[in-house]
Structure formats: C-alpha cells, structure tokens
C-alpha cells in the first residue's frame, strides 16, 4: 500500500506559479513512476505530467509543456509540480497517482495509488 498526500494548492491569479508536492509513505517510493492528474468540474481526470523511477525521463500533456516542471526527490519520497505561467484553464483538482509500469503513463487506470488531490484555482 502507498499512501499519498498532495499539498501546495491554492488560488492564483493567472501569470502566477504554484509548485504542487505529494508525499509518499508506505513501499519503497523509487519503486514506482509517478503521475500527475487534474480534473476539472463535471470532467473526467485528464494526464498532466508524468516521471519515471529515477527521474531519468519527464512526460506532458501539450496543454502544459513548457509551463509545467515535474521532479521527484527518492530521498524525501516526494514528488513535485512546478506550474509556471497560470492560466484559468488550469483550475482543477491535482491529484498524484504511483504506477510500477510507465508504458501507459497517461492512462489514469495504469495508476494503482492516488491522493485525494489538492485544489487550484486560477483567477483571470
């Protein structure tokens, strides 16, 4: 079992940054890849960004390549979400999901571990 916990929303106005963090406790945290995820009202939970065990390779949807940074550190079994240049688009509930494969990474039912998200909220 995995236990994940998202912290570091908040409302912003656009232009602005938040960094996202999702703490892991349980197995062994390297074990597994790490997604990121975010749903908006009355949508369905769409891929954000995603990293492999070691961080040796990043993935992101093209709605946030450029603005958006995902890292992880193996010693504080933590991953992040840096999101630069805010939009109001990007208002949703984030959520961090764990997965032991990566051939899928965008496929939310690759996931098998996921937090009760965080919210943001970008103001025009």
């Known amino acids: 079992q995995v236990l994940l916990v998202e912290s570091g929303g908040g409302l912003m106005q656009a232009g602005g940054s938040l960094r996202l963090s999702c703490a892991a406790s349980?197995?062994?945290?390297?074990?597994?890849?790490m997604g990121w995820f975010r749903q908006a009202p009355g949508k369905e939970h769409k891929f954000v960004a995603a990293i492999t065990w070691r961080g040796d390779y990043t993935y992101y949807a093209d709605s946030v390549k450029g603005r958006f940074t995902i890292s992880r550190d193996n010693a504080k079994n933590t991953v992040y979400l840096q999101m630069n240049s805010l939009k109001p688009e990007d208002t949703a509930v984030y959520y961090c999901?764990?997965?032991?494969?990566?051939?899928?990474?965008?496929?939310?039912?690759?996931?098998?571990?996921w937090g009760k998200g965080t919210q943001v909220t970008v103001s025009s």
């Open positions: 999901a764990a997965t032991t494969t990566y051939s899928n990474y965008d496929n939310k039912y690759e996931y098998d571990y």
């Open positions: 349980g197995r062994t945290f390297s074990n597994y890849c």
